[in-house]
Each structure stands twice: as structure tokens, then as C-alpha cells.
């Protein structure tokens, strides 16, 4: 352990206000070519790799950025929740991997929400973090979640959700997997208001988070590449024993198979949720009859 690179360091930071702006490594290596490119040239290109177009993990204050016009957006705040319900304890006491979480991404858990326009339609967006102890579904995810929904309903904008998650956080136990349906809830009070919901599945989309609100959008779209799917390859091998074929779990895959209706590359993203959430609201382009201009109407859900 570098003492002074892991403890001291930080600990000035903390101490000064000093927010860091980039990582401490400036080059990062393509995980598909193994080319190494530099950080500034890869966070001007979205985070895609030039080279194979592999999609990076985008932090949510980027990927905010992108979506919004102009890169203008409101948080919104979320509820707190109890820290460590079960006072878990593994290899490591869960109250320290959430410090450690907190510290690395500046974020208080995996569930970023803001509310802004989007090709000039008001829209309410949540991110998922899969920096953040993976992005798992815990209590305070589950409770930003339905606070950002209930927002998106009560204002009458879509809902879209950027997914990336490894399933339900196993140190919260059963408060965790009380968020599957809990969320669900959230989902059909959107769908009461014939309000868009759309899904953007990112690498990783797994476990209990794909098993409810993740599959329950009116419109699925994924990134290129990005592992879609509830149990492991390995684990669903061994029950069925049988090899799965190429590709199984990749965005790709599924849209084959129906799971999906696009997969989108990121610098494409934008555009097409905007004329998604268009269309649904019966924005003016779209709009047909006696319609008054402007006036954005909910449509039935797709």
C-alpha cells in the first residue's frame, strides 16, 4: 500500500477543497485493442474508443452533460437513507466500502437524477453509476429512483434511465431486493400518466436491477456491446449444460432476440431519445389534427 499516494494525498484534497479533475493515471488502455489513449482525447470523443469503438464507463456528471441542451440541468435531491441497515460486515465492514464508494466518486450512492430539456422537451433523467460499488441496488438507490420518478410524474415530463448496475446490493440484504418491486410501483404510476419511460441499458445491465425496472421501459436501448442478462454465463451454463452461443448477453444479442429495440452508439444517443420522447409526447413536428403548436400531450405508451 502507497501510504502517501492513498492516504495523505486524498486527505489534502479533502482539506483544500481540491476536486480532482482528471485520474491519476492520464492514459487509459481500450480493454477490446489494448491501445492506450490519452484521457482528454477520449473524454472528447464521449468516452468511445477511437480505435474499436469500445464504450467506456461514463461518469454521470458527463453523461448529464451530453444529454441536455446546452449541458444545462437542475439536480434534484434525493432522500437519505440509513447508511448500514443490517450493520453488515464481510472480508470489510460495509460502512467502509460506502465511505470508500462516497470518497471515489463524489457521489452520495449509484443514483444521479436531474431534470433539464432535451431537444427543448422537459425531461427528468437519472444515471446509474457502476463506479459505485457497482452500480448495485441498494436502499438509497432504490429511494432516488422512485423520488426522480415521482418528479418526472408530478412535472409530466419522460423519465429516462441510464442503467448500469451488477444487481441488488448484497449488504442490505432484504431491504435491497424490497426495491424490486418497490421500483416497479414507480414504473406503473408513470405508465397511469401515459408518460414515456426509456430505458438506456449500459456494460453492465445484471441481476435483480434487469429483473425489474430495467426490462420494464416503453422503449429498450442499449449501448454497443454492453452486457444485458440476470444470472452469469457460467452459472446458466451449468444448469442448462449446454454452451451458449457467440455473444450471448451482448446488447447485440438481445436485439436479435427481441430483448431490445436499439442498440445505439453514445454519439448517436442523444438525438435518438430526442425524437423518441418527441414523438411520444406529440411534440409539434410530430403532431397531427388540431393540435395547438407547442403543447406537448401524452400519448398511450408503446
Not at 76 to 102: G, M, N, Q, V
Not at 170 to 196: C, D, H, K, Y
Amino acid at each position: 500500500m502507497n501510504w502517501i499516494k492513498n492516504f495523505v494525498r486524498p486527505k489534502i484534497r479533502s482539506i483544500l477543497g481540491v476536486k480532482r479533475e482528471v485520474p491519476e493515471n492520464m492514459w487509459i488502455k481500450d480493454p477490446d485493442s489494448g491501445q492506450m489513449v490519452f484521457y482528454r482525447d477520449l473524454e472528447a470523443n464521449q468516452f468511445v474508443f477511437p480505435g474499436s469503438g469500445h464504450h467506456f464507463r461514463m461518469a454521470p456528471e458527463a453523461r448529464l452533460k451530453t444529454m441536455f441542451d446546452d449541458g444545462a440541468y437542475e439536480l434534484i435531491a434525493l432522500p437519505s437513507t440509513p447508511a448500514d441497515p443490517l450493520k453488515f460486515r464481510d472480508a470489510r465492514k460495509y460502512s467502509d466500502r460506502l465511505k470508500e464508494a462516497r470518497q471515489k466518486t463524489e457521489q452520495e450512492d449509484a443514483i444521479t437524477a436531474a431534470s433539464g430539456k432535451l431537444h427543448n422537451v422537459p425531461v427528468t433523467i437519472a444515471v446509474q453509476d457502476s463506479a459505485f460499488i457497482l452500480g448495485s441496488l441498494g436502499t438509497a438507490a432504490g429511494e432516488a429512483l422512485i423520488t426522480s420518478m415521482r418528479h418526472a410524474a408530478k412535472n409530466k415530463t419522460p423519465f429516462i434511465l441510464f442503467v448500469a448496475s451488477g444487481g441488488a446490493r448484497m449488504q442490505e440484504g432484504i431491504f435491497s431486493l424490497m426495491q424490486m418491486p418497490r421500483t416497479t410501483v414507480a414504473v406503473q404510476e408513470l405508465r397511469e400518466l401515459r408518460l414515456p419511460y426509456v430505458v438506456v441499458m449500459t456494460n453492465p445491465t445484471t441481476g435483480g436491477v434487469t429483473a425489474s425496472y430495467a426490462m420494464l421501459g416503453d422503449v429498450h436501448l442499449a449501448e454497443p456491446g454492453a452486457l444485458i442478462g440476470f444470472a452469469g454465463q457460467r452459472v446458466i451454463e451449468q444448469t442448462i449444460r449446454e454452451k451458449l452461443p457467440e455473444g450471448f448477453q451482448r446488447s447485440e444479442y438481445l436485439q436479435e432476440h427481441g430483448m431490445v429495440d436499439m442498440v445505439v452508439h453514445r454519439h448517436q444517443m442523444r438525438d435518438t431519445i430526442g425524437r423518441l420522447i418527441r414523438l411520444l409526447m406529440k411534440s409539434p413536428e410530430f403532431a397531427t389534427g388540431n393540435q395547438a403548436a407547442g403543447e406537448l400531450v401524452p400519448v398511450a405508451n408503446v
